[in-house]
């Protein structure tokens, strides 16, 4: 489990220092920030979970239930929490897409399981997941440009882009999303 989903989660629980720039967010956003890095950091320790588990039902779906919650939680506190960040407008506005298309997959793999389309369900929520390891492939990029001594602002911009698109891109290559009407192959 990604050592991100707990740091996340100590950083929510305040059992870990915020960096500058995040204790501003916190101050704007007292609950939501908090409920953010705990729900998201609970969702990509679930999200594998739930995965390993398909086989066995009912496992599966408590897991996979527990799972929509916190994402269903992090990513609506990840749209205020995107609109409150220091961060320049560019990589707002990644984060902010990325919450948004966070919430689109979940909402679409739950409407697809509900349907009975369990192929399409799969797809959806490997994509889903692709998206929430953003925040993995995040943190990776932003260590090492500042290891390489990299301007911080265009690097984390492009990256709050880039760190969920190229993970959601490669999920469709490998896992293409089932067509309403097509039968799966």
């Known amino acids: 489990m990604p050592p991100a989903a707990f740091t996340a989660i100590a950083l929510g629980l305040g059992l870990l220092p915020l960096p500058y720039q995040l204790s501003l967010v916190l101050d704007r956003l007292p609950v939501a920030f908090p409920m953010h890095m705990i729900a998201s950091g609970l969702a990509l320790i679930l999200i594998p979970i739930a995965a390993v588990l398909r086989q066995r039902r009912v496992l599966h779906r408590v897991a996979g239930r ?27 506005a990644g984060l902010f897409a990325q919450g948004l298309v966070w919430l689109a997959l979940l909402f679409a793999a739950v409407v697809a399981i509900r349907r009975g389309a369990v192929a399409r369900h799969a797809c959806l929520m490997i994509a889903m997941a692709a998206v929430a390891s953003g925040a993995i ?49």
């Open 137 to 185: 492939w995040l943190r990776l990029v932003l260590y090492a440009a500042v290891a390489a001594g990299l301007p911080f602002d265009p690097v984390y911009a492009a990256a709050c882009w880039a760190c969920w698109i190229v993970p959601l891109a490669l999920a469709g290559m490998v896992s293409p999303v089932v067509i309403p009407g097509r039968k799966a192959e």
């Open 66 to 92: 527990i799972a929509a919650v916190c994402i269903a939680i992090g990513g609506t506190t990840a749209l205020m929490v995107a609109v409150a960040s220091e961060a320049t407008l560019a990589a707002r």
